[in-house]
């Protein structure tokens, strides 16, 4: 119930995009970051993963701004697994 990734949600930010426009994700439950790295990766929605395909992003967070989630993950030495993603494309006329 708590899984927020799915192929329309994938669709409706790809669209929003810009080319060259940025998608980050990120979660402290591994098997969320999984399941959200499988629905990116398999979608053909023209958004490239920055760390590469199938790698999670390990250069932290690239925008300075964090949740109060993020800086407890940071305090208490819990792992957060960060995805980031670049529109490579013009969105497709439908």
């Known amino acids: 119930k708590r899984r927020v990734v799915d192929d329309a949600l994938v669709l409706a930010c790809a669209a929003a995009l810009a080319p060259g ?4 994700f990120q979660s402290d439950v591994f098997d969320l970051a999984l399941d959200a790295l499988a629905v990116f990766e398999d979608h053909p929605a023209d958004l490239a993963n920055q760390a590469g395909p199938w790698s999670f992003w ?9 949740s109060r989630r993020e800086r ?7 792992p957060v697994w960060r995805m980031l ?7 497709r006329a439908r």
């Open 21 to 24: 426009g940025e998608l980050f």
């Open 58 to 66: 390990k250069r932290g967070n690239p925008y300075g701004v964090r």
């Open 72 to 78: 407890w993950c940071e305090e208490t030495g819990t």
């Open 85 to 91: 993603y670049r529109r490579v494309t013009a969105p």
